[in-house]
């Protein structure tokens, strides 16, 4: 089992790190934790998302988390922008349903969620989706290692239509395909 790729990114003030993938690991290191974390028993338990999940992001990339893009920057959206945030981390987990216990893999799940947020007024306020799609084409060559998980596969979007129906519903943001 190849050794896990650790994603760091340079607006995050730390490097993200946990009791089972702590910073300045080895390679070497990461690779026997790994086989170990695959030696237990609900690692087996592929009928599980989580698992499922952890199958494939945990031996490409990690920490995993969505790249977000925010695109308005007005007073009602400050307002609501850690809610926004919260929410889709709220209905990752929500969506997980019953496979997101108090459980050894669902712990590593939340533990490795760490969203990267471009939320830079000067670059990305009032940025269209093609803009946007063009950065993140252009973030995803520069970062992947070939990776196209979570991370980079897609990105969302927080733009005056998502804040509008979150604020409705809070449930909605825009997804882009960075290959249409």
Not at 82 to 106: H, V
Not at 116 to 144: C, M, W
């Amino acid at each position: 089992m190849d050794a896990i790729w650790h994603f760091h990114h340079e607006t995050w003030d730390e490097p993200w790190s946990s009791d089972d993938f702590p910073t300045g690991e080895s390679e070497k290191e990461t690779d026997q934790r790994l086989r170990y974390l695959s030696s237990k028993p609900w690692w087996k338990n592929t009928k599980n998302e989580v698992v499922q999940f952890l199958h494939k992001e945990l031996t490409s990339q990690w920490p995993w988390g969505y790249t977000i893009y925010r695109t308005i920057y007005t007073p009602e959206s400050d307002q609501h922008w850690d809610a926004f945030l919260d929410a889709i981390s709220k209905n990752t987990y929500a969506g997980l349903g019953s496979d997101l216990r108090d459980n050894e893999p669902s712990r590593i799940f939340k533990e490795g969620y760490r969203p990267l947020v471009f939320d830079e007024p000067a670059q990305f306020n009032g940025a269209t989706l093609d803009e946007i799609r063009k950065h993140f084409r252009a973030f995803r060559e520069s970062h992947t290692n070939g990776n196209q998980e979570v991370r980079f596969r897609w990105c969302l979007v927080i733009d005056e239509g998502a804040l509008q129906s979150f604020i409705r519903h809070p449930s909605w943001v825009t997804v882009v395909d960075p290959n249409y």
